[in-house]
């Protein structure tokens, strides 16, 4: 008999509790990859109160537009969370983000400044489950609806983030070649191992970014981190280049794929893309392990 098909697990919250290590240059340039060079409909959620994600996909104007109208993530989970009301989640989707012409299957549910005043209510009701709940169903919804879906963290294991490591199917963390970028890897490993019972997302890969060619501490890095399994480096690293340095202001015109990422930047963010989801596919396959007792075919 066949069971219930289920949805496939593309759900991913991208996170290294170290700041400023590529986390939303890697989340932009993987879903402009994705859509433009594979097809992907690819549904980015800002949960950082900075909003930097949301404004490297909308004009300043656009943004303040949606946060006026209540039209956040921030609304979203207030609606939801604090108001105890249904929430229509496709409404807070916004589709056409992204200035790179040929990605026109990227959307986004932006993020506002406010966030920051509903955690501090989050934790004083303590509402904690409450929030994972509605974590839950929303990543429930989005999971059948598009291929990927990055949860774009800000550093740091706020209430919020918490719940996006427990909800996701994965994580997936960008770091930089360096001490204190290894260190915030080594944390996000201890507060995983800490409440098991809790659930938490699988680990998808470490991605090494902002790698300097030529750099001998940067290749010892690159050696050390590949060493430890239990980060599932990707065998592919991201340069630190100048376009993707630059790929987070957004054009007021529209611009091809290759005039955004184009060399080096473009070859590795695809390299990075195709392997991701050459591990959604491995990670999503059936296995079937064969039945104690059962016949053997020969
Ligand atoms: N491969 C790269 N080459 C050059 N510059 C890069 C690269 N990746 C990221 N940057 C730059 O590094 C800085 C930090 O990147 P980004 O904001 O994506 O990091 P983050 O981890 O999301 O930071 P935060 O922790 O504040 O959310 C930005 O100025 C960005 O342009
Ligand atoms: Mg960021």
Redesign the pocket.
Known sequence: MDGPVRAMRNTIAVM?T???????????ALAETLSAQFRKNVLIIDS?S?A??STMLLTAANLHRLQSEGLTVVDLLVASVLNKQEVEWPRFVVGGVSDVDEARTVYLIPSDMQLTLFEREVSKESLHLRLRSSIHSLLGNVRGVFDVVFI????GLSVLTESWLREADFHFS?TKPDYISTCGLEVLRRFKSLNPEMGFAENLGVCI??KEGHSAVDAEYHRWLTSNPDNRCFAHT???????????HLNSVERSYVAKYPGD?GTAIKAIAEELLGRLATANAPSFPPASGAASAS
């Not at 991201?238 to 987070?248: E, I």
């Open positions: 290294n170290k700041g400023g290590v590529g986390k939303s240059t890697l989340v932009l950082d900075q930097s994600i774009d963290c800000p550093p960008p970014n902002m991201v340069p630190r280049t100048g376009a993707l340095q630059h790929a987070s930047s």
